[in-house]
């Protein structure tokens, strides 16, 4: 499986962005793709997941109510849109896939994209 994350930018606060995750590759039924960020000199963090197969959802404590992620299995594509941006969601967001048995966990992800900037102005 093969990633390419995109969308990031330069935005202010209280604006938005979406962020895509294109998969290559065999995406199985009992896949998760998640979206992880790393801000500088900080360690990197779960933001969302969400099963290939089914609706489930995971959010951060920190995202819910503000971020809403969600797929296309036709193209195959994650997306996660991120509103009322805060300057502490500044990072560095990677989106990853695999068959966790707990998709907030990052070590359970085998495959990784290359990550896409998000930089939050106040």
């Known amino acids: 499986v093969q990633l390419q994350a995109s969308g990031g930018g330069l935005v202010q606060a209280g604006g938005s962005l979406r962020l895509s995750c294109a998969a290559s590759g065999r995406i199985f039924s009992n896949y998760a793709l998640g979206w992880f960020r790393q801000a500088p000199g900080k360690e990197r963090e779960f933001v969302a997941a969400i099963r290939w197969g089914g609706s489930s959802t995971y959010y951060a404590d920190s995202v819910k109510g503000r971020f809403a992620i969600s797929r296309d299995n036709a193209k195959p594509t994650v997306y996660l849109q991120m509103n009322s941006l805060k300057p502490e969601d500044t990072a560095i967001y990677y989106c990853?896939?695999?068959?966790?048995?707990?998709?907030?966990?990052?070590?359970?992800?085998?495959?990784w994209g290359q990550g896409t900037q998000v930089t939050v102005s106040s």
């Open positions: 990853a896939a695999d068959r966790p048995l707990v998709p907030t966990n990052q070590y359970e992800y085998d495959y």
